[in-house]
């Protein structure tokens, strides 16, 4: 009955708070908590009793806040709702001391609402113990497969503080006295190249002061050592018996990076010898050279290492060489020699290339063989390799049909195994020689004209005239009389032998013989192929013409070659590229050549080389301008040349001009050029 009273009194006590202005629904035994864990501690908790002041259950909420030390604040209310009554809920508060720094005070609040009513209770914690604070961060730099120690600060204090790792290649000190130092073994054995992170954790003794736990990110830089680089990794050598040492060959050394760094070269045979530019590569190279000395090489593959070993004890650089002694051979292409093909009565040359197997010079022996129609294959006795060899096919003797024979090649200078090159041939029917229209001329440099005379040069134009191309020598002259046949190619004017000057298959050249007459003659060429058909030419007693080249044409006008007593040409200056020319003065003498201008006393008959001078038969008048040069001081044939005439003639006085007609008779004939020469005083 007496708590029933006490009851219905309260009651009346709050119903008469109620009709008060202001009255709370709650109540709070205590506005304010304070804590002291220590630091770096458990959680810790304390509570704060609430009456719900209503005749009716109360829900609450709750919301806590911090001023500092981050979220280290929590609390919980129960039962919630809160039945009527005094002292009916409870709510917990929690600190967390795990991060809060000792000796300072950290202060929050709790706000608790309900029944449209906020109430506050302010938290304050001050955590025991002593504060440490290590360095946030280290870094060492440590090359790969290496160690280094590095060191870590720590103040505040006094405390002694145990210290672990997170990764298993740092080491921390087990311990350390703070304030001090602790040391950190950074262990780069089993780290890649790069950057590597790991944390130490400071934690205070058990047995000390307590204090937040702490950490320290170290950083591994983990670099490679300075070390050297080759750029090859093998090298090979190449030797032949009997042929001495192969060329060196060389290598390049350098540092990882740039550093200088000092070597020593090591090989582990005797016939291979080492050389370096420099001890000390860099980023500038070190050459190293590698000489073979082949007379300690046994047949075949031998193998060899060079090493470079680096002065700061890193990995050496080994090279391996290989040298090869290998029997010395040539080789000769094409082998075989696929058919020629060669027209009866002509000669071919056959090109084959000999190769030595070590690309140096060798002097090589060669011997031909035919195996029917004897002497047919044709080459030198020697000749050096590596180099075109020519050989000859010589059917000017054989008939159509095949023939085989063949080259063996042996070397002279040294031991090579011979090589034998078959030939095969095909001696072919060989196309008569034709003289085409218009065909026949009197030395074109001369004039060109249609017609001949006895002793005049004739060029004969047409297709296969010769299988070669070849010009009269000395050695074909005998008792000074020019050849009248030149590689089977020969020729006939009226039924006289012309001499051969030139030949080639399109083109012949003749000097016609004596007694030919004059009129409609027939000129008929024959080689090992055939015979022409008669060609009909025009015969003069005379066929005169000065030489007047085509490269003489200046501006439409064809000059003469008159050459002046100093050399120079007598055109205008400057009128012919590479060809010094000025304009003759009048009484200068000049020197023309000619052809065909009739017979000379003491006579020297066609074909034959002229001993002496001598003096034109015929009279012969020059004209320049139409005014006759009355000094002729030499006209004859010029010795000791063919059918060549020479005149020496002084120019007379006329007037200036780059452009004088030249003309000339011979036996009262005119001459039919037109031809100029510049004069000038």
């Known amino acids: 009955m007496r708590q029933f009273l006490r009851f219905a009194v309260f009651c009346a006590i709050l119903a008469v708070i109620g009709k008060t202005a202001g009255a709370q629904p709650f109540s709070l035994d205590s506005n304010s908590l304070e804590f002291f864990p220590p630091a770096g501690g458990a959680a810790q908790q304390l509570t704060d009793g609430v009456s719900n002041l209503t005749s009716n259950s109360l829900r609450i909420s709750l919301s806590v806040s911090t001023q500092s030390g981050g979220n280290w604040l929590g609390a919980s209310i129960s039962p919630n709702p809160v039945p009527p009554g005094n002292d009916t809920a409870v709510i917990t508060v929690t600190v967390n001391p795990a991060q809060l720094s000792a000796s300072t005070t950290y202060t929050g609040t709790v706000k608790v609402s309900g029944g449209n009513s906020t109430q506050e209770i302010s938290i304050s914690v001050t955590p025991s113990g002593v504060n440490i604070v290590p360095q946030s961060s280290v870094t060492a730099n440590v090359l790969v497969g290496q160690q280094t120690s590095v060191s870590v600060h720590v103040s505040g204090g006094p405390a002694t503080v145990l ?328 020729a006939t004017i009226n039924g006289k032998s012309a001499f051969v000057y030139y030949i080639s298959p399109g083109q012949v050249n003749l000097v016609a013989p004596d007694d030919i007459g004059t009129g409609t003659g027939q000129l008929i060429l024959t080689n090992a192929n055939g015979i022409t058909s008669p060609y009909d030419v025009q015969i003069s007693a005379t066929a005169p013409g000065l030489l007047a080249p085509s490269s003489f044409v200046v501006g439409g006008k064809q000059y003469v070659a008159a050459i002046l007593t100093d050399g120079d040409y007598a055109l205008p200056a400057g009128a012919v590229p590479s060809v010094t020319t000025r304009p003759v003065k009048p009484g200068e003498t000049i020197v023309m050549y000619g052809l065909g201008f009739g017979p000379v006393v003491p006579a020297v008959a066609a074909g034959n080389i002229t001993p002496a001078q001598t003096q034109l038969q015929n009279t012969i008048e020059f004209l320049f301008g139409g005014t006759p040069a009355t000094n002729i001081a030499y006209a004859g044939l010029v010795p000791p040349y063919v059918g060549l005439y020479q005149f020496n003639v002084v120019v007379p006085l006329i007037s200036n001009n780059d452009a004088v007609p030249l003309t000339f008779n011979v036996g009262g004939t005119m001459g039919s050029q037109t031809l100029y020469i510049a004069v000038h005083d």
């Not at 860099?282 to 031998?302: H, K, W």
């Open 163 to 490: 210290i672990s790792s997170s990764v298993p290649w740092l080491t921390p000190d087990s311990s350390a006295n703070v304030p001090g130092s602790f040391s950190v073994t950074v262990d780069a054995t089993s780290l890649s190249v790069g950057q590597h992170s790991g944390a130490l954790t400071l934690q205070c003794a058990p047995d000390g002061s307590p204090c937040v736990a702490r950490g320290v990110i170290v950083t591994a830089n983990v670099s490679s050592p300075t070390s050297l680089v080759a750029n090859r990794t093998s090298i090979a050598f190449q030797a032949y018996q009997g042929r001495g040492n192969p060329g060196p060959q060389a290598f390049q050394l350098r540092s990882s990076d740039g550093t200088p760094l000092a070597f020593t070269l090591s090989s582990n045979e005797s016939w291979l010898v080492a050389s370096a530019s420099t001890v000390s590569a860099s980023s500038v190279a070190a050459i190293v050279t590698l000489t073979v000395n082949a007379s300690g090489l046994a047949a075949g593959m031998n193998s060899g290492m060079v090493t470079a070993q680096p002065s700061n004890g890193t990995m050496t650089v080994s090279i391996l060489v290989t040298a090869t002694l290998s029997p010395f051979t040539i080789s000769v292409s094409p082998n075989p020699v696929s058919t020629q093909s060669v027209p009866a009565g002509t000669t071919q040359p056959v090109a084959l290339q000999v190769s030595s197997a070590d690309g140096e010079p060798v002097t090589v022996a060669v011997a031909a063989q035919t195996n029917t129609g004897g002497n047919w294959l044709q080459a030198p006795a020697t000749f050096s390799a590596p180099a075109q060899f020519n050989a000859t096919i010589d059917a000017t003797s054989l008939t159509p049909s095949n023939y085989m024979g063949s080259l063996t090649f042996t070397c002279t200078s040294t031991t090579c195994a011979p090589v034998n090159v078959p030939v095969s041939l095909a001696v072919t029917a060989g196309l008569p020689p034709q003289i085409k229209s218009g065909g026949v001329i009197a030395a074109s440099a001369f004039g060109g004209f249609t017609s001949i005379a006895s002793g005049t040069f004739v060029e004969v134009y047409g297709t296969n005239l010769a299988t070669t191309t070849q010009q009269w020598g000395s050695s074909d002259f005998h008792n000074g009389q020019a050849p009248t046949e030149l590689d089977m190619v020969s």
